[in-house]
């Protein structure tokens, strides 16, 4: 199979199943949308007891290039999704375990690998038809 391409300075760059695969780097980096979400039981007050923690070390994440963006939900008052760049759901998971509130037990994800969109190419075979 033929991985379509794309240069970035002199260095190609393959997507292959979702990741984009740097070749002369050998790396990998899928998108994952992350939803963290509490534990059944745990109240609210020890949450926020370990906030601080937990807030620096998903800035840990951001500095080392995993965490790429953090938001929170307008429809969820305190609830925050993250979207990281790993080379596999493992990966991710294993990240996210360093997390003070995963080592707690006191949240589990829900993760969601993510690729580009490839749909809009049947649109345009159409309309060149």
Do not use: N
């Amino acid at each position: 199979m033929v991985l379509p391409r794309l240069y970035h300075g002199d260095e190609a760059i393959a997507r292959s199943e979702g990741a984009w695969v740097d070749r002369k780097k050998r790396l990998c980096s899928m998108k994952i949308l992350v939803m963290p979400k509490p534990m059944a039981g745990v109240p609210r007050e020890e949450m926020l007891k370990h906030a601080p923690a937990e807030i620096r070390a998903v800035w840990k994440l951001y500095e080392q290039g995993i965490c790429r963006e953090f938001y929170t939900r307008l429809d969820e008052p305190g609830c925050v999704l993250l979207m990281l760049e790993c080379a596999s759901v493992e990966a991710a998971q294993e990240a996210l375990g360093t997390l003070p509130f995963a080592q707690l037990h006191l949240i589990h994800f829900d993760l969601i690998p993510l690729g580009p969109y490839s749909g809009l190419s049947q649109l345009f075979q159409q309309a060149g038809s």
